[in-house]
């Protein structure tokens, strides 16, 4: 029995392994954070490989980030923490904000309410999540919301909203204006709701052709937000920023509690600054730059081809809506992700660029595209 069983092991393990080497092989435009770092972090973060430095975001290297984040934001008052990943960054800042009865208003569509396994809500914070079309809140959803609360004469017995969290770009590539950025901030400080910006993908928003707000907006309209560095050139990392007098105090420990203060705090202080030196040419940027030009292209060659788009997200994601032959044309070659159903007939994918994707590749997928039926 065992022979049979280690036999059966063995040859489940060669199929899956084959399978991922096959995957391994084809171009992938799955996801914006496949890849590694970039060249630069990872030579600083080798040549200080031997190099002692105090623990847990208290050295040289996460100071001077701090700094640069700071004249980024036009703002030396600010807090700024390093924390590894975007759940983490997520889950830590609605924790540390929100009181033990209050919640989180979110899109339906939220990363926080589909995609970190109820991470929020484990910390007993519920995420109140509001239908959205098109991934975005927008002001007259979240004044609803607030004031159905305030309204209801039983309103002790509800979950309290406390923080209004959005995302930028949305999980489909869109951006909000900085209008409509303005117009919520003022709601939520006139009303007493924290507003919480969600910047994994911050940098590809920043360097769309829609984008027409900066870092130091952020930092005067949000009471709090995160400039993702993971999907953005980073090994991996996210720096929240913060303009709370009492967070100044407070973060930290809620980072220790939550169990995301890296000892090894300096690996996420040497990759944003290396990340964010040089003002508007900082490296961050260019590499934001360099993924949204490529998704310009994709975008641009499913339309030559008459191949409508789901929505017209001006960033690294891309939404074709494809048939069936389609995809398994293209998918014989390239890797991306199904995202909905359109219609029986036909679906929506993303084609995701990042930072490190090569023009050769998009060159061949854009050439493919092109010879689609």
Same mark, same amino acid.
């Given at each position: &029995?065992?022979?049979?069983?280690?036999?059966?092991?063995?040859?489940?393990?060669? =199929?899956?392994?084959?399978?991922?080497?096959?995957?391994?092989?084809?171009?992938?435009?799955?996801?914006?954070?496949?890849?590694?770092?970039?060249?630069?972090?990872?030579?600083?973060?080798?040549?200080?490989?031997?190099?002692?430095?105090?623990?847990?975001?208290?050295?040289?290297?996460?100071?001077?980030?701090?700094?640069?984040i700071r004249s980024?934001?036009?703002?030396?008052?600010?807090? +700024? !923490?390093?924390?590894?990943?975007?759940?983490?960054?997520?889950? %830590?800042?609605?924790?540390?904000?929100?009181?033990?009865?209050?919640?989180?208003?979110?899109?339906?569509?939220? =990363?926080?309410?589909?995609?970190?396994?109820g991470a929020p !809500?484990? %910390? *007993?914070?519920?995420?109140?999540?509001?239908?959205?079309?098109?991934?975005?809140?927008?002001?007259?959803?979240?004044?609803?919301?607030?004031?159905?609360? @305030?309204?209801?004469?039983?309103?002790?017995?509800?979950?309290?909203?406390? &923080?209004?969290?959005?995302?930028?770009?949305?999980?489909? *590539?869109?951006? /909000?204006?900085?209008? !409509?950025?303005?117009?919520?901030?003022?709601?939520?400080?006139?009303?007493?709701? /924290?507003?919480?910006?969600?910047?994994? #993908?911050?940098?590809?928003?920043?360097?769309?052709?829609?984008?027409?707000? %900066?870092?130091?907006?952020?930092?005067?309209?949000?009471?709090?937000?995160?400039?993702?560095?993971?999907?953005?050139?980073?090994?991996?990392?996210?720096?929240?920023?913060?303009?709370?007098?009492?967070?100044? #105090?407070?973060?930290?420990?809620?980072?220790?509690?939550?169990?995301?203060?890296?000892?090894? *705090?300096?690996?996420?202080?040497?990759?944003?600054?290396?990340?964010? %030196?040089? *003002?508007?040419?900082?490296?961050?940027?260019?590499?934001?730059?360099?993924?949204?030009?490529?998704?310009?292209?994709?975008?641009?060659?499913?339309?030559?081809?008459?191949?409508?788009? @789901?929505?017209?997200?001006?960033?690294?994601?891309?939404?074709?809506?494809?048939?069936?032959?389609?995809?398994?044309?293209?998918?014989?070659?390239? +890797?991306?992700?199904? @995202?909905?159903? /359109?219609?029986?007939?036909?679906? +929506?994918? #993303?084609?995701?660029?990042?930072?490190a994707t090569c023009?050769?590749? +998009?060159?061949?997928?854009?050439?493919?595209?092109?010879?689609?039926?």
């Amino acid at each position: &029995m065992f022979n049979i069983l280690y036999s059966i092991g063995i040859f489940s393990v060669f =199929h899956y392994l084959r399978g991922d080497i096959n995957r391994v092989s084809m171009i992938r435009f799955d996801s914006d954070y496949i890849e590694g770092a970039h060249p630069a972090i990872i030579e600083v973060l080798a040549k200080s490989n031997f190099e002692q430095h105090a623990g847990y975001g208290c050295d040289e290297y996460c100071a001077r980030a701090r700094d640069i984040i700071r004249s980024h934001c036009k703002d030396e008052s600010l807090g +700024v !923490e390093f924390l590894v990943g975007g759940t983490q960054a997520n889950v %830590t800042v609605i924790d540390a904000f929100l009181r033990s009865y209050q919640g989180v208003i979110s899109a339906d569509s939220g =990363h926080i309410n589909v995609h970190e396994t109820g991470a929020p !809500e484990a %910390t *007993g914070h519920k995420v109140i999540a509001l239908p959205s079309s098109d991934g975005r809140l927008s002001l007259e959803q979240i004044a609803e919301c607030y004031h159905n609360h @305030w309204n209801d004469h039983s309103h002790e017995h509800t979950v309290q909203p406390g &923080m209004v969290y959005l995302s930028c770009p949305a999980e489909n *590539g869109l951006i /909000y204006s900085k209008a !409509e950025l303005t117009a919520i901030s003022e709601f939520c400080h006139a009303n007493g709701l /924290y507003l919480f910006l969600d910047g994994a #993908r911050l940098g590809y928003g920043l360097m769309s052709e829609d984008c027409d707000f %900066t870092l130091s907006d952020l930092a005067r309209l949000c009471d709090v937000f995160y400039i993702g560095g993971t999907k953005v050139g980073a090994l991996f990392g996210e720096a929240v920023v913060f303009k709370e007098k009492e967070m100044h #105090r407070s973060f930290r420990y809620a980072i220790k509690q939550h169990g995301g203060m890296l000892a090894k *705090g300096r690996l996420l202080g040497i990759q944003f600054e290396q990340l964010l %030196t040089g *003002g508007e040419d900082c490296l961050y940027f260019r590499l934001a730059r360099h993924a949204n030009r490529l998704a310009n292209r994709i975008r641009t060659a499913f339309e030559k081809k008459g191949i409508p788009m @789901w929505i017209p997200s001006r960033t690294n994601m891309q939404f074709p809506v494809l048939t069936k032959e389609q995809q398994e044309i293209l998918m014989k070659k390239y +890797v991306s992700e199904f @995202w909905c159903k /359109y219609d029986g007939e036909r679906d +929506v994918v #993303r084609f995701c660029t990042s930072w490190a994707t090569c023009e050769e590749n +998009v060159d061949q997928l854009c050439k493919d595209i092109e010879e689609l039926l």
